[in-house]
């Protein structure tokens, strides 16, 4: 009887003491731990992990986004063609003498794009101003000074037109460059067949030791 008596006795203190320290402790809510942090929002590194490449900005440009979304294999090529062209372009550009960076950039709204920039800039240094003339639609006013042509190769270079012993270089800065060059034998022998397209024309001109010696329309 005494030891049942005991036993009750005993488990009314530990009844009384879960249910007066449950009254004492914080009903811990989701609200009310949000409602205490001090700074107000969760601190990156601390409360949360941070994903490498996050810069932590709540909004994002296009380009940006577009540099986080992986790519297809063909935009993936696109891409990479774009950054070597931006990288072929800056290479060239720092190169250009004082006097051809001056002239580069005053005709800069010519160029399409990097492509033809880069184009421009592989063009022997007397061969630019004709392209740019020819872009402007001003090609008579061409000036020639320096330029090493003979008299029959400026009047020909200003009526577009070719002859028999004209130079690869005339050539060029009459009818700009060719779209294709196809070599007979040793290269360093300059005999070749440059081929133009004009619509739906095909025009192939032949030089020997870099001498014009004919041409089929």
């Not at 372009?89 to 002239?103: A, F, H, N, Q, V």
């Not at 240094?125 to 020819?134: A, P, T, V």
Request: with cysteine; charged share 35%; hydrophobic share 30%.
């Amino acid at each position: 009887m005494l030891l049942s008596l005991r036993s009750n006795f005993i488990i009314c203190i530990i009844v009384f003491i879960s249910t007066s320290c449950s009254s004492w402790l914080h009903q811990r809510t989701f609200l009310k731990e949000m409602d205490e942090v001090k700074e107000g929002f969760f601190v990156p590194r601390k409360d949360f992990e941070v994903v490498p490449g996050d810069s932590g900005k709540q909004f994002r440009s296009r380009r940006e986004i577009g540099r986080r979304t992986p790519l297809t294999h063909k935009k993936r090529q696109k891409r990479e063609l774009n950054d070597y062209l931006s990288k072929e372009l800056d290479y060239k550009e720092r190169r250009l003498s004082k006097k051809e960076s001056r002239r580069y950039r005053n005709n800069g709204e010519l160029f399409d794009s990097d492509s033809e920039r880069i184009y421009y800039l592989n063009l022997p240094i007397e061969d630019r101003l004709g392209y740019l003339s020819r872009k402007r639609g001003d090609l008579r006013r061409l000036d020639f000074k320096d330029t090493g042509y003979s008299s029959l190769e400026r009047r020909a270079i200003k009526k577009r037109q070719l002859f028999v012993g004209m130079t690869k270089g005339a050539v060029r800065r009459s009818w700009g460059s060719p779209e294709r060059v196809e070599y007979a034998g040793n290269p360093q022998m300059q005999n070749e067949k440059w081929t133009f397209y004009h619509g739906r024309s095909r025009k192939n001109v032949f030089f020997e030791s870099g001498i014009v010696q004919g041409w089929d329309f």
